[in-house]
């Protein structure tokens, strides 16, 4: 606090002190809310598997598996064109490497979905921007742009003039 705003305070009434030191409480106690969460929605740990394109097993430092599926993105299935490239893509930036998780959600089987950072990079990004996944704009609109550039310079998958959104693979393989 700078000294003008404590002689500013100093002139005050002891109600109007008393409601400035509440409403610095209630802002300190909210703040410290919303750091915890955050926290409880970061799981860091070590990529121990790429399952496919969009979906990786770390182990934390209790050494719990978890289950990821990266959010925002879809990447070709494995038995797709692109499926297994997109694997060993994600792969080669994480494996064996420790990550950061934010935790946005979790899907029908129970596994979480989440923003993977390494260092500073975010990793669904750079699925989607070098042309191994999607925007999966159906639930989110974060990566569009990076798939209209990869479309654009055909990158991946984009290459592939008759790529299939690994939806509607997924309906017509059922």
Request: aromatic share 8%; charged share 30%; hydrophobic share 40%.
């Amino acid at each position: 606090m700078k000294i003008n705003q404590i002689l500013r305070l100093m002139n005050k009434t002891p109600k109007q002190l008393f409601l400035v030191l509440i409403l610095g409480i209630v802002s300190a106690y909210t703040l410290s809310l919303n750091q915890q969460k955050a926290q409880e929605n970061t799981i860091q740990g070590i990529v121990i598997k790429v399952i496919d394109g969009d979906t990786i097993d770390m182990l934390d430092s209790n050494q719990t598996k978890h289950r990821i599926r990266l959010y925002g993105i879809d990447a070709p299935e494995k038995k797709q064109s692109y499926g297994n490239k997109a694997r060993e893509f994600l792969a080669s930036l994480i494996a064996g490497k420790e990550v950061k998780v934010l935790i946005k959600d979790k899907d029908k089987y129970q596994r979480s979905i989440g923003l993977i950072l390494l260092d500073d990079m975010d990793i669904n990004k750079e699925m989607v921007k070098n042309g191994y996944a999607w925007a999966y704009i159906e639930y989110s609109k974060d990566y569009a742009t990076e798939e209209v550039d990869a479309k654009t310079f055909k990158l991946g998958l984009w290459a592939d003039k008759n790529s299939i959104k690994p939806s509607e693979f997924r309906k017509i393989h059922r």
